[in-house]
């Protein structure tokens, strides 16, 4: 089981970045999969980026380039690095877990944060 607790939203002009983070607690924290979904209002939550435990990453292709998702076992804690930020950018993020296999459907994340709310201004 794990704990997660988001950080790092907040408001930025396009093209921009920020840094979002994860904190988490609980047992065996190296071996989930790690994931950031967004949602927007009235959307439904989409993913964004996947790391495994063994540290393969996946991304959604509008954030293919400007995203970089990481992860420090040391710390407990995941990255989600936002570049060149767009006002279709504009979402709360959510951090989740999954047990040791990466994926990009919601539904199959077992443990989520409370979400971090990223605002990208024109």
């Known amino acids: 089981q794990v704990q997660l607790a988001e950080s790092g939203g907040g408001l930025v002009q396009a093209g921009g970045s920020l840094r979002l983070s994860c904190a988490a607690s609980g047992r065996s924290f190296s071996s989930y999969a790690m994931a950031w979904f967004r949602q927007a209002p009235g959307k439904e939550r989409e993913f964004v980026a996947a790391?495994?435990?063994?540290?393969?990453?996946y991304y959604e292709d509008s954030v293919k380039g400007r995203f970089t998702i990481a992860r420090d076992n040391a710390k407990n804690t995941v990255f989600l690095q936002m570049n060149s930020l767009k006002p279709e950018d504009t979402a709360v993020y959510y951090c989740t877990a999954r047990r040791r296999f990466i994926a990009t459907s919601s539904a199959e994340y077992d443990y989520w944060g409370q979400g971090t709310q990223v605002t990208v201004s024109l």
């Open positions: 790391i495994s435990w063994t540290g393969t990453t």
